[in-house]
């Protein structure tokens, strides 16, 4: 079975400073991997996708992740953090299907200090 | 942009009373699907349906729950006899499919008093 884990429920950082969520999946075989955020009260939003092209995906607001299959990572990063990023941030995976599940983790909720 | 609708936003019901909640997926999308979130919880896949059908589903979504499209743009929740731990943000998604992955809605907040 699919699973991801998200080291660290709770991260803060300065305005300015390097974000990096941490996501670690186990799968038997390389499925895709996404990283989703969600703003107060709100729903849902897809941030960027791994689906087995390049390694290195760029997603929406500057955030952009690594997929390493050494690791089994895909940590999230973002260079200088705004205070408008202040949110939970859900990595998530799916096998490599036409119609398979998103499986989520359990959620990293970043704060950012002005 | 094309987005997954739901609708209400928040809906209160009572105990034992049967709630139906309302999806509009994105229209040249596939794979359809339910999801909770119980507050400060993580996320929950409930079920996936495709062609008509249940695709899959988790031990969550027992015999309570059931799912519907109806007319070929709406896809609804239906739980027949709500429970206090029913209370929860329900989430409807779709997709095109071939991990493209899934396009969520805003949400309804279900609360069971």
């Known amino acids: 079975a699919q699973s991801v884990t998200q080291l660290g429920s709770h991260v803060s950082v300065s305005e300015g400073a390097l974000v990096l969520l941490r996501c670690n999946y186990s799968?038997?075989?390389?499925?895709?991997l996404f990283w989703y955020v969600q703003y107060p009260n709100q729903g849902l939003q897809l941030l960027l996708k791994?689906?087995?092209?390049?390694?290195l995906v760029k997603g929406i607001n500057g955030f952009e992740a690594e997929f390493k299959k050494s690791e089994t990572s895909f940590h999230l990063t973002k260079p200088s953090a705004h205070m408008s990023d202040a949110a939970e941030y859900f990595c998530?995976?799916?096998?490599?299907?036409?119609?398979?599940?998103?499986?989520f983790g359990p959620g990293t909720s970043l704060s950012v200090i002005p | 942009e094309p987005e997954v609708t739901q609708t209400p936003s928040h809906q209160v019901t009572q105990m034992g009373q049967e709630v139906i909640l309302r999806c509009v997926p994105i229209?040249?999308?596939?794979?359809f699907y339910w999801y909770r979130q119980i507050l400060g919880q993580k996320v929950e896949f409930l079920v996936s349906?495709?062609?008509?059908?249940?695709?899959?589903k988790s031990e969550i979504f027992d015999d309570q729950f059931s799912v519907e499209r109806p007319d070929g743009s709406n896809f609804t929740l239906k739980i027949r006899s709500t429970k206090l731990e029913d209370s929860a943000m329900y989430f409807c998604?779709?997709?095109?499919?071939?991990?493209?992955?899934?396009?969520f809605g805003q949400g309804t907040r279900l609360t069971v008093v």
């Open positions: 998604a779709s997709s095109p499919g071939q991990g493209s992955g899934a396009f």
């Open positions: 799968s038997s075989v390389p499925p895709y």
């Open positions: 791994y689906t087995s092209a390049a390694t």
């Open positions: 998530a995976v799916s096998r490599k299907t036409s119609y398979d599940k998103v499986i």
């Open positions: 229209s040249n999308h596939l794979y």
């Open positions: 349906f495709y062609n008509n059908e249940i695709s899959e």
